[in-house]
């Protein structure tokens, strides 16, 4: 993470050929190089800096507050002028529950933002717009062999967190993966009430409500007193329809209409070993062409790049992939 200085010199804005977007270098300040892509991520989610703007403080504002300094953020890296768009989020975190001078986790970061962007946000439907945006809709359900009484436990997500085995994975297989009934038995029976004793049971996940934006996250990190990274090699598609969900989605869910699909247009790559890490992303903003931002240092890249981010024999390795959800028949 140490070479990110000597990367000043290069250029920290590209100029999006048909839109009118920048995408804007960040600094890496105090190793911020996790929140800085996870940043990067939420700039090309256009629509969470448009939801933002519907937000009307009337109290003033407060320098730690996550939400107003995330807006702000999000503008300044619009803006070509600004010299430290995000200096004063990074401080505003720092405030809160992160350290600098830290390895942190992306997929923690990701929902340390939403969640303190809810929280401390004063207008209710403001949060429940932001809410909205990111949340996978799920419902656990238990069936005991013994009654077959259903015991349904609805949640919801800002990330699908799917695990990842040794050897070779798919996102597809991934997700079939999370989605597949498992057998509760022996020291795992699932205490039934209406039997009123542990009984042997079947656990499945079933997708009830898939959101605009789709965040999946490829679980690399394994923790058995240490932490370690599975390099394993995942690929993924840069779109896909409903068939990827196969019978993983409750009767009635609210998944993907036939003329719909998820598109892919944010990668957080994380490079080297768990302890040591690197964070760096792909953007695709306005679904025109990619870019590669590794902190100040921003680059036009290609979805043959991304593609180096499976894993496997590289170095580079997708941690969390984000899919918007787009009519078949627009057009990128
Ligand atoms: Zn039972």
Redesign the pocket.
Known sequence: MGSNYSKMTSRQYYRSASFDYEVRGLLNYSLSCCVNAVLQSFSATTELLDILNKWHPSDGTDERNVPWQLRNALEFMRDKSHPAPHEDFLKCLYHQAIRPFTQHDADEIFHLILNLSQEQMSDAAVAQEIRSLYEIKVETQVV?S????IHRAPSSLFSLPLAICEGENTLEGCINSFLQLQKLRDSEKFN????DEK?PSTHEVKLVSLPPILCVHLKRFRNNGFTRKLFNKVTFPETFSNDIFAAGQSENADGLKADECYSLYAVVVHIGPAMFGHYTAFIRPNQDRWYYADDSCVQPSTWAKVQGTYGGAYRDTAYLLLYRKKSLNSSG
Do not use: M, S
Not at 146 to 149: N, Q
């Open positions: 005991c013994k009654c077959k009484f039934c009430e209406r039997c009984q």
